[in-house]
């Protein structure tokens, strides 16, 4: 048994036939879209108050790069990796790197 779902976009309008033991797979993927659709629209304005280089810092912390090596690969100081961090934070109101880096794949800069 299949259910039958209608697909359009700017070309054309599509079938689709999907099995009605997928239903609650698809329905959790939309639920995890949306969620992140509103994610993405509550934050657009701290995303904006970012600079470049804020996004560089934040995108080498979700690849695990530690202040040491983002120094390293920014050709920064130390200390002033420290001041982009602690600025992430505040601009996003983030405590810890699982937030942050829900934060940059929301955004793309992971």
């Known amino acids: 048994m299949c259910h039958t779902f209608f697909w359009a976009d700017s070309q054309r309008l599509e079938l689709l036939y999907i099995p009605l033991q997928s239903i609650s797979f698809w329905a959790r993927k939309a639920r995890r879209l949306l969620d992140e659709q509103r994610y993405v629209i ?21 690849r695990g790069k530690n202040n040491p090596a983002i120094a390293k690969e920014l050709g920064i ?22 937030e942050l880096v829900r934060f940059a794949l929301a955004f793309e800069l992971g």
């Not at 509550?42 to 979700?62: F, H």
């Not at 100081?77 to 699982?98: D, F, M, Q």
Request: a positive charge; aromatic letters at 6%; charged letters at 30%.
């Open 42 to 62: 509550r934050y657009l304005a701290q995303y904006n108050s970012l600079s470049e280089r804020e996004k560089e810092v934040i995108t080498l912390v979700t």
């Open 77 to 98: 100081a130390r200390p002033t990796v420290e001041t982009h961090r602690k600025n992430i934070y505040r601009k996003l109101g983030v405590h810890s790197v699982p």
